[in-house]
């Protein structure tokens, strides 16, 4: 089994290879997600979606399993991503340009850090940028003090501040993950997105849990399918609030973040972005299905 690490800040995973035209070559040439998602059209935003064109996204740092390469392209599976079809990982393409050629472990014990800010600048070993990097990205950490901490990465030895893994925020886990899910708010909706470039439902739920260091599967039906059942009387801020089909009976189509008092954060659908909307919305109410609790 072949590791490769991903080693730009936001990997697009590709359903095929040939789902990308051309509205994606810009992003394919230079890996600027945020400039990509600005750029995109309403009918873009849809075909991303109707299409399934990307099925999820890999951050800077993940390990992969890499099953094959077809060209500029390998297929791989996401190792961080759970997933009910596929042990090895969530899977898809990504531009073989985006992986390392290895997968390269420290020989001595190390500790990880997780960034818990929206964006963290990556420093160099000379502590010039490098690049952005997203919440929930995962670094393995070598050297730290009160105000820098020095991480290997794909690209070599670097430097974060440390106030990039300091959440800063009181109360139970609970609340932490609303407060987080605050800072998501107007966020665009990105059909397979998990970074605050861009978010579907489920990998919005999907970030704010791995950012606390809680793992939970990557797609809504099998978010529903784990986690602790909650009663709709039980319901407090950090629960995840489920929609399904056939009146909430029948596949899970739609995930939310309980924001108390009869109101929940979400990625409503493309052209949208996240928003506190009430769980009696009209197009919702009717489809409830339950509640899951992955914090305690």
Request: glycine share 8%; hydrophobic share 40%; charged share 20%.
């Amino acid at each position: 089994m072949e590791i490769r690490r991903i080693k730009v800040a936001t990997a697009l995973v590709w359903a095929t290879p040939t789902t990308s035209n051309r509205a994606d070559q810009a992003y394919l040439k230079t890996g600027d997600l945020t400039t990509w998602v600005k750029a995109l059209k309403p009918v873009d935003q849809i075909r991303l979606a109707d299409q399934n064109v990307i099925v999820t996204e890999a951050l800077f740092n993940d390990r992969v399993v890499l099953d094959r390469i077809e060209g500029n392209w390998a297929h791989v599976f996401v190792k961080r991503q759970a997933n009910r079809q596929e042990r090895r990982g969530y899977p898809g393409w990504v531009p073989l340009s985006q992986l390392t050629t290895q997968d390269e472990e420290l020989a001595y014990p190390t500790t990880t850090v997780r960034l818990v800010q929206l964006t963290t600048p990556l420093l160099d070993d000379d502590r010039q940028p490098v690049m952005d990097l997203p919440m929930g990205t995962i670094l393995t950490t070598v050297a730290q003090d009160a105000d820098w901490i020095q991480v290997v990465t794909p690209l070599g030895k670097g430097w974060i501040t440390a106030q990039a893994a300091q959440l800063g925020i009181s109360g139970d886990d609970g609340q932490r993950l609303l407060t987080l899910a605050q800072h998501f708010l107007d966020t665009p909706y990105l059909w397979g997105g998990i970074t605050p470039a861009g978010v579907d439902c489920s990998g919005l739920v999907y970030a704010l849990h791995r950012a606390l260091g809680y793992t939970i599967s990557r797609d809504a039906q099998d978010q529903f399918a784990n986690g602790y059942p909650i009663a709709p009387e039980e319901l407090v801020a950090g629960d995840l609030v489920f929609f399904a089909q056939d009146h909430g009976t029948g596949t899970i189509h739609h995930v939310g973040l309980y924001a108390g008092n009869g109101q929940m954060i979400h990625a409503p659908k493309p052209g949208k972005t996240v928003q506190l909307a009430p769980l009696t919305t009209a197009e919702l109410a009717p489809e409830y299905a339950g509640a899951r609790r992955f914090w305690q």
